[in-house]
């Protein structure tokens, strides 16, 4: 059902409706809204993270909470802004207790956010910890051996985008003497988007 929903949406605005009236994952009946987007839709760098929590559930907002505001630390360091990127989640509802999304709802969410990709068609994607770039790279590697060595996203139309993988803004928190490893992905990241024009 997802799939085909998702398949049918011509444009950012209809895969938003149609996330909207879709019924088929649980995760919609407990969250408060719909966390669809935040950013530019024609940005060349797209991330993509897990699920929201629970300032992003209220606002509707991806990353707003404090891994937000470290996630846009990290984007100034390399000299962009919320505005010339565009962010978004793998599961669009938070699950309850900011429990881990369970794999069968990562599978029924997924078609979602691959027609995301498709619509936005980035220059670069970057999969914002383990979550996300298990889910969309098809891998079972840990994001510690992941981060840092560019992936191929691979779209249902056939078309590759360059992935960078790095740690979660809120895993960096737990962990600050791991931001350094970060830091050196989004320089990755600068780097690719200068050498592709």
């Not at 994001?143 to 996203?153: A, S, V």
């Amino acid at each position: 059902m997802a799939r085909q929903l998702a398949a049918e949406a011509t444009s950012l605005e209809e895969l938003h409706q149609r996330m909207v009236s879709f019924d088929g994952c649980n995760l919609k009946f407990t969250a408060k809204s719909l966390v669809f987007a935040d950013g530019n839709p024609q940005a060349s760098i797209m991330l993509v993270g897990e699920a929201p929590g629970r300032d992003e559930d209220i606002e509707g907002r991806p990353f707003v909470g404090r891994s937000g505001q470290l996630l846009d630390r990290m984007l100034a360091a390399i000299g962009v802004d919320r505005n010339s990127v565009y962010i978004a989640n793998v599961i669009p509802w938070r699950p309850p207790g900011n429990r881990a999304p369970t794999p069968h709802e990562t599978e029924i969410c997924r078609p979602f956010i691959e027609r995301q990709i498709e619509l936005v068609a980035p220059k670069v994607l970057v999969h914002l910890g383990g979550a996300s770039a298990k889910t969309l790279l098809n891998t079972t590697e840990g994001i510690l051996r992941l981060r840092g060595n560019w992936r191929t996203y691979a779209s249902a139309s056939g078309a590759t985008i360059p992935a960078m993988p790095t740690l979660h803004p809120a895993y960096l928190l737990r962990t600050p003497a791991h931001k350094r490893l970060a830091w050196r992905d989004f320089l990755e990241v600068k780097m690719k988007l200068r050498s592709l024009g």
